[in-house]
């Protein structure tokens, strides 16, 4: 009994454990066999399938170092990953790609992953001469294997599968870019490219932070961070781009453009919200910032820079979109300037400079055709649903406000290269500030401006101006304005030498556009100090005079309109000589041409146009004094009109306005004159009624003209004559008065030019 016992107790304690065995058992072996797919076959598999499959799918190699997978830890790391193109080029690369999937997915019914990282991923997209990227069979094929019904598929209600990424970086990225479908192969690099995202879902109301850091050719630098959720799909954060250097973009469009970009960098900064709802997406921006440093623009033809402008900034921004608002605080343009000209035709440099290239070839590629096509076709069909499914709703227009803009330090040189010389105008220290600046209609900005002309001219503007509609309302302040700068300007038709003279305008300045035309109105005071003109052909002064003063200027346009209170002459002095040649000065004033004027085609009788209607109040002389001198005689005769003054009342263009003159002088000091009537030279219709009384002039100073022409000098003698002129219309009316007093001859004095007649016995009769 007791053996029985034994062998039972033996028995169950054998069998009772070899089950337990047999799952250790079981379990080491799956362990083990898990472990080998996992560590040893997963990978070759991967590894092989990839090498095999690619060149299957995209017709194109792909080379794969290593892969490891780590069944444990559900990590999955591929490195040397390497895709190369049809010639053996790269295409795409990846120095390490790093999966780790997390276990807990079965806890939160998502896929959860704590990593996915690349490391040194590679991009190179090559365009070839054709305009085609290297890899375009591959989007060709993709298109052409999609099912018809795959491509209508509606996937806007399709469920966002939930997953959960708890680090999805990429480091150390690089993209290389070359283009050489234009005429200058453009090549570029950009690296390294960074990018981190941190607890990145697609569950509801998830969101996590991220960051991308890119480092551009030439120093640029691109910040992005902030927060992202996907459903719903939101995101906050700020962008940040330092010193992106300008250059980088010119380089590519270098061969469509006429002028060289060789300096300028980019910079700016925002905040930024965003969130996709129901209604629509909105998005707002803050803080927004952005600056133009050291930019250089210069002709590609030139040594020497065109246009400079050191700082350009644009500051305090922001931007909403579901307000439609756009709002600033300042735009500056610090320091800079723009050296430009007028060619000979007449076109500006500066226009022509921004005009793009015109690019031609022979024939568009069958693939561009193709697109155009499709591009239209498309085009045409949504106008034709928009035209037939939608009503023409209102649209709310958006509101742009600046609150200044300013410009200071600004320099401008301009030259005219139509004139002979050229001709050269300077606007230097150009100072301009715009306050309150808007797109809203009838608003209205302040502005206030100054420059400097030709170092010696100042210009000051005050007041307010419009953009919708246009309209200006603002003083003017114009000091110094040399005109010997403009005397390039009258060498081409006139022989007049501008010496010397300054010109001056104070006065306000009004312009408002109508549906019809635009109402322009200047008034003020223009005045030309310290005047002196000359003959550039024969020499000599012309007219000088010290100030000439245009006082109550009243100018209209649309209608037309001049009025002046009054016109003030001070201290003028003319000059007119005849030469030896009998060469009056001032007749060469004006350029005669040897070219006979086109001959006009007879055409339809038009309308003669409108008088330009004017009227002047009164014009004063003072101190006036016009000089004589004629050479043709000898001795040379000089006689001097001086301390003339006077004035001329109530000048009109009116046909039957009449202008009161009253004008006094005297001759050689001694002699009077004194001119008394009525005029109207603005007219249509002339008129004229004059009385000059002219007294006690001494005749001795005729003998250069009585020796030449009678033989004889004159020894005494004092002239005096009333002489009275009516011109009316056509009719001319004249009475003449002329006493000669003791007027006696004197010694015979030879000359050729002399009359042979008893001159002397007529005198004495």
């Known amino acids: 009994m007791p053996e029985e016992k034994k062998t039972n107790s033996t028995s169950k304690r054998l069998f009772g454990q070899r089950p337990l065995r047999s799952w250790r058992l079981w379990g080491l072996i799956l362990l083990i066999t898990y472990s080998l797919l996992g560590f040893?076959?997963?990978p070759y598999i991967i590894k092989s399938q990839l090498i095999k499959k690619t060149p299957e799918l995209i017709d194109r190699q792909l080379s794969v170092n290593e892969v490891q997978l780590n069944p444990f830890a559900l990590s999955l790391t591929i490195e040397g990953i390497s895709l190369a193109d049809l010639d053996d080029v790269e295409l795409v690369g990846l120095d390490r790609l790093h999966v780790n999937f997390e276990a807990s997915s079965l806890f939160r019914w998502a896929w959860t992953f704590s990593e996915i990282s690349f490391s040194q991923p590679r991009f190179n997209l090559r365009i070839d001469e054709s305009g085609a990227p290297s890899f375009a069979d591959i989007l060709k094929g993709d298109d052409a294997t999609v099912p018809e019904q795959t491509k209508d598929t509606n996937t806007e209600d399709a469920a966002m599968p939930r997953l959960v990424i708890q680090l999805f970086q990429v480091s150390g990225g690089q993209f290389k870019f070359e283009d050489r479908s234009i005429a200058t192969p453009y090549n570029q690099s950009i690296d390294p490219?960074?990018?981190?995202?941190?607890?990145?879902?697609?569950?509801?109301?998830?969101?996590g932070p991220y960051g991308i850091h890119v480092e551009l050719p030439g120093g640029g630098l691109v910040r992005w961070q902030g927060e992202v959720s996907v459903n719903p799909l939101r995101s906050e954060?700020?962008?940040?781009?330092?010193?992106?250097?300008?250059?980088?973009?010119?380089?590519?469009?270098?061969?469509?453009?006429?002028?060289?970009?060789?300096?300028?960098?980019?910079?700016?900064?925002?905040?930024?919200?965003?969130?996709?709802g129901g209604s629509g997406p909105e998005f707002?921006?803050?803080?927004?910032?952005?600056?133009?440093?050291?930019?250089?623009?210069?002709d590609?033809?030139?040594?020497?820079?065109?246009?400079?402008?050191?700082?350009?900034?644009l500051s305090g921004g922001r931007f909403n979109l579901r307000q439609q608002t756009v709002h600033f605080d300042e735009f500056a343009i610090e320091g800079g300037k723009i050296d430009t000209f007028m060619k000979d035709d007449g076109t500006l440099h500066l226009a022509e400079l921004f005009t793009p290239l015109e690019t031609t070839s022979s024939q568009k590629t069958?693939?561009?055709?193709?697109?155009?096509?499709?591009?239209?076709?498309?085009?045409?069909?949504?106008?034709?649903?928009?035209l037939k499914n939608t009503a023409p709703e209102k649209t709310v227009p958006w509101l742009f406000e600046l609150d200044r803009a300013l410009i200071n330090a600004f320099n401008i040189r301009f030259i005219d290269r139509t004139t002979e010389p050229d001709a050269e105008i300077r606007l230097d220290d150009i100072s301009i500030a715009v306050t309150d600046i808007t797109n809203q209609t009838d608003d209205r900005f302040g502005l206030n401006a100054s420059l400097k002309l030709n170092d010696e001219g100042l210009l000051k503007i005050t007041g307010e101006v419009g953009a919708i509609a246009p309209m200006a309302d603002l003083s003017l302040d114009i000091k110094t304005i040399p005109l010997s700068e403009f005397q390039v300007y009258l060498n081409q038709a006139t022989n007049i030498g501008l010496v010397s003279g300054n010109a001056s305008l104070k006065g306000n300045f009004l312009f408002n556009e109508s549906e019809k035309d635009a109402n322009i109105k200047l008034s003020g005071q223009l005045g030309i100090s310290d005047f002196v003109s000359e003959n550039r052909m024969v020499g000599g002064k012309v007219a000088s005079w010290k100030t000439l003063t245009l006082d109550g200027i009243d100018l209209k346009l649309q209608p037309n309109k001049l009025d002046i209170d009054s016109i003030t002459l001070d201290r003028l002095h003319g000059r007119i000589a005849i030469a030896k040649?009998?060469?009056?000065?001032?007749?060469?004033?004006?350029?005669?041409?040897?070219?006979?004027?086109?001959?006009?085609?007879?055409?339809a009788a038009k309308q003669p146009a409108e008088p330009f209607p004017m009227s002047v109040g009164v014009v004063s002389l003072k101190n006036a004094a016009v000089s004589f001198t004629d050479s043709?005689?000898?001795?040379?005769?000089?006689?001097r009109l001086n301390k003339v003054k006077g004035s001329i009342k109530g000048l009109s263009s009116e046909n039957l306005a009449r202008a009161d003159v009253d004008i006094s002088g005297r001759i050689d000091d001694y002699a009077t004159l004194l001119v008394t009537g009525q005029i109207n030279p603005l007219s249509e219709n002339l008129y004229t009624d004059l009385k000059l009384k002219f007294s006690n002039y001494d005749m001795v100073s005729l003998t250069p003209y009585t020796g030449r022409y009678i033989g004889n000098a004159i020894d005494k003698g004092r002239m005096s004559f009333d002489l009275n002129y009516l011109v009316s219309e056509k009719d001319l009316k004249g009475e003449n008065k002329v006493l000669l007093n003791q007027f006696t001859l004197g010694k015979t004095i030879e000359s050729k030019d002399a009359v042979n007649l008893p001159i002397g016995l007529a005198i004495a009769l």
């Open 40 to 42: 040893l076959g997963a």
């Open 193 to 207: 490219l960074n990018f981190k995202l941190v607890d990145f879902s697609t569950l509801p109301d998830k969101e």
């Open 237 to 276: 954060g700020n962008l940040e781009l330092s010193a992106l250097p300008l250059n980088t973009a010119w380089r590519y469009v270098q061969d469509q453009l006429r002028f060289s970009l060789d300096s300028g960098s980019l910079s700016g900064k925002l905040d930024y919200n965003f969130y996709m």
């Open 284 to 298: 707002s921006a803050n803080g927004i910032q952005l600056g133009l440093d050291s930019v250089a623009i210069r």
């Open 300 to 313: 590609k033809t030139h040594k020497e820079n065109d246009l400079e402008f050191p700082k350009i900034s």
């Open 366 to 386: 069958e693939t561009t055709v193709e697109a155009e096509q499709t591009a239209q076709d498309v085009n045409d069909e949504t106008e034709n649903k928009s």
């Open 581 to 603: 040649d009998g060469e009056i000065n001032v007749a060469s004033l004006v350029k005669t041409s040897d070219t006979p004027p086109p001959v006009k085609e007879e055409t």
């Open 632 to 639: 043709t005689v000898k001795p040379r005769f000089s006689s």
